[in-house]
């Protein structure tokens, strides 16, 4: 792709070349970006920025497992940097309320400063108030941390370096920044989560004078928004998806059950108005919706006339009168919709002539998971209302016509996309290559890496250690990757127990879990197989590893030739 070459702003001087800086803190004219999350996927986003002995983070979300992650709960970054350096941290930034920018801080804030800590953790009102309930609900005290409310246009002063311009950006949640980042070698912009809506819920529209007035003065790095960068043309307003809720909401001819992300408060708004407005009671059912629904109303960006009714109150109601907020947008198995739609809830059950929909998206991986709870709908004669079909969701991401606005008003010498899998930050990449000044460099990020941004230059100069830890219940990080690998096997080939007891008459139990239909015959063959190694063992008075290295093997190669099959053999040898 051809692209115009841009003239740069200032003369520069011919300078040395420098050999990649393995540390950081080495040098006193640099900024360090160092992501730990965020970069080539989406969730878990966490950012430190650094200039000479100081440190500011921005955000610290978490991210949901996929398919292949059986029993794990939640994804958090790995945050080995921070802890190392936590005596350089300055000051925490949030640029929002959703999971993936401050789900992870209740297990990220103990891991760096303990269970309290003086440095001050910014946020506006509905981003603080969620993040103190995500505290309580972990058995943490906000009142331990620092926890400063700012506006989401307000200026903050961090350490000696960083004068941070927080603006509002519009998105799928209240409360929404980006920031202008001052620092004594230039000027970074940070979009934050954001689509450009002229027509928001709560009519507060973007602030892009300060994008443009920090335009105007010069932008040596822009950090942005890649989610949507293959999406062509302008992301729906928020108030597009409000009348058509409005219109299906009006038609239906029975209960109506909606879903969205818990955190949505905007078009949860929205269904609450339409519901208002034909008559219908709303009652709403789900722990994460319940719990942000409360806080909103509690701050005052959520508002209902009359109030929030359980669904024991609306069961006895007419169909007409009853409208559903439930949790399950993204087909989750213990979720309200999930288990209203296999009959397994115990207060309500779907019904022909019940209308559901569906106002979200899947987030990618959880595809099949949302089509199993659809066609089960359809199944149970539900009518069953999602996008692209009917047009009950919009992004709360910026789409191609929206993102060249921000590039040509920052007109940045250096790129980095961010919030988004490989392809967004590519496409993003592209996309900025093709306007009429696009940008010096662009460098597609990564999890883990120390960029080192300077007046003239911006370049990948080493790594910091990072990853993702495992939340399993009440244990974070005790899952490892062979963990999951022996869960995945489990699930793949099932598994068979052998317990054998060595004693003077030596005992030998067969049971077998997700296996094959195991039938007598093939595990009389292994109980036989087993105890004749059994008894030899006993016999020669072979060490208890060594019976059972005799008893697995054997048992292990006449399964796979027997069956096709490779189960966990789990061979327990004990001493009688």
């Excluded at 926890?147 to 307000?154: A, G, I, R």
């Excluded at 397994?344 to 569906?358: C, E, R, S």
């Excluded at 987030?363 to 709870?373: L, Q, S, Y």
Aim: cysteine-free; glycine content about 10%.
């Amino acid at each position: 792709m051809e692209t115009q070459e841009r003239k740069p702003r200032r003369r520069r001087k011919k300078r040395p070349q420098e050999a990649p800086v393995a540390l950081t803190g080495g040098t006193q004219d640099a900024v360090e970006i160092i992501p730990l999350g965020g970069m080539g996927e989406i969730g878990k986003n966490i950012t430190a920025f650094r200039f000479r002995d100081e440190i500011f983070v921005l955000d610290g979300g978490l991210a949901f497992p996929d398919e292949g992650m059986p029993g794990v709960d939640l994804l958090i970054p790995r945050v080995d940097y921070l802890v190392e350096n936590r005596h350089r941290i300055k000051a925490w930034v949030l640029t929002h309320g959703h999971e993936d920018h401050i789900g992870g801080l209740p297990f990220i804030l103990p891991m760096v400063f303990g269970k309290e800590s003086s440095v001050p953790i910014y946020g506006a009102r509905l981003t603080l108030g969620l993040l103190k309930g995500k505290l309580e609900e972990f058995g943490l005290r906000p009142g331990a941390f620092n926890l400063k409310e700012v506006s989401p246009d307000d200026r903050i002063q961090v350490g000696r370096y960083f004068t941070l311009d927080l603006f509002r950006m519009t998105h799928s949640i209240p409360d929404n920044s980006g920031v202008v980042i001052r620092t004594p070698i230039g000027t970074i912009v940070h979009t934050g989560d954001f689509k450009l809506d002229a027509t928001p819920i709560d009519g507060q529209v973007s602030h892009l004078a300060k994008v443009a007035q920090a335009g105007a003065e010069g932008v040596l790095l822009l950090i942005a928004d890649a989610t949507n960068a293959e999406r062509p043309g302008y992301t729906p307003s928020e108030m597009e998806i409000a009348k058509e809720l409005d219109r299906v909401i009006g038609r239906a001819p029975g209960r109506v059950f909606v879903t969205t992300f818990a955190s949505h408060i905007h078009r949860i708004q929205s269904v609450i108005w339409a519901a208002e407005k034909y008559g219908r009671k709303v009652a709403m059912e789900g722990r994460s919706m319940l719990k942000f629904s409360r806080i909103a109303m509690e701050l005052g960006y959520l508002k209902v006339k009359d109030r929030l009714y359980t669904l024991e109150e609306v069961r006895d109601l007419p169909d007409h009168q009853v409208l559903i907020l439930a949790t399950g947008s993204q087909g989750q198995p213990m979720s309200v919709l999930h288990r209203l739609a296999f009959e397994g809830h115990a207060k309500m059950a779907i019904k022909p002539g019940d209308t559901v929909i569906l106002s979200s998206s899947p987030i990618p991986g959880n595809e099949e998971a949302v089509n199993r709870v659809i066609n089960r709908l359809y199944a149970l004669g539900a009518y069953v209302l999602y996008p692209p079909t009917y047009k009950v969701h919009a992004s709360g991401h910026a789409s191609q016509e929206e993102l060249k606005l921000i590039l040509t008003l920052t007109t940045p010498r250096f790129f980095l996309p961010w919030h988004g899998e490989v392809r967004h930050q590519v496409n993003f990449k592209w996309l900025a290559e093709g306007m009429s000044r696009p940008p010096e460099k662009t460098l597609i990020g990564e999890n883990g890496a120390i960029y080192r941004l300077t007046r003239d230059s911006f370049e990948k100069v080493g790594e910091v250690p990072h990853g993702v830890l495992y939340v399993d219940g009440l244990g974070v990080g005790d899952i490892t990757e062979e963990i999951l690998a022996d869960r995945r096997h489990m699930a793949e080939e099932g598994l068979v127990v052998i317990t054998a007891l060595a004693g003077e008459d030596p005992v030998v139990e067969v049971v077998s879990l997700g296996f094959v239909k195991a039938g007598e015959r093939l595990l009389g063959e292994v109980r036989r197989m087993a105890l004749e190694a059994l008894q030899n063992g006993v016999r020669e008075k072979k060490p208890l590893e060594r019976i059972r290295d005799d008893i697995y093997y054997p048992v292990k190669k006449f399964l796979k030739k027997a069956t096709g099959r490779d189960p966990v053999i789990l061979p327990v040898v004990i001493e009688g």
